[in-house]
């Protein structure tokens, strides 16, 4: 399964790094979610968002049982096995054990991955086997066009 250039969505993803964290926001350098991030190198790798993210609140992903980011990722990107997911994959992360998937990050090699985080912003950090355990869903970016 091809997709984007994985280098491509490591080097789109850094320039977010620093980028302050904003609840619903996706602005490089001015503010971010973890879905606002993963939105802004879509626009950059793919082109424009196929269809407008409406507003959700900060507690979304406490209750019900259907996986709104996986089944809007399935919408427009190849889905691939969690253990499959390499340099570039988008990543989904349950927070909790039994809950949906309430945060994306982006690998950015076989041990890092970038996320905007509450209080911290974008960051790059070590995929360490705690955020390996909370992985759900791996997704790769369409090549431009796709």
């Not at 996706?26 to 991030?37: A, F, H, P, R, T």
């Not at 507690?59 to 570039?88: C, F, H, K, N, S």
């Not at 309430?102 to 950015?108: D, E, N, P, S």
Request: net charge neutral.
């Amino acid at each position: 399964m091809t997709g984007a250039d994985p280098m491509a969505v490591v080097a789109a993803a850094r320039r977010w790094l620093g980028t302050p964290y904003h609840d619903q926001a996706s602005l490089c350098g001015v503010g971010c979610d973890c879905l606002g991030l993963a939105r802004g190198v879509w626009r950059e790798i793919v082109g424009d968002e196929p269809f407008p993210i409406p507003p959700y609140s900060r507690d979304w992903g406490e209750i019900g049982q259907r996986e709104v980011l996986a089944d809007g990722a399935r919408r427009m990107m190849p889905e691939i096995a969690p253990g499959d997911a390499t340099t570039g994959a988008l990543l989904l992360f349950r927070m909790r054990p039994r809950a949906i998937a309430k945060h994306v990050g982006i690998l950015t090699g076989p041990s890092d991955f970038i996320h905007s985080y509450e209080r911290l912003g974008v960051i790059e950090q070590p995929f360490t086997e705690a955020w390996q355990r909370r992985l759900a869903f791996a997704f790769l970016f369409p090549a431009s066009g796709a």
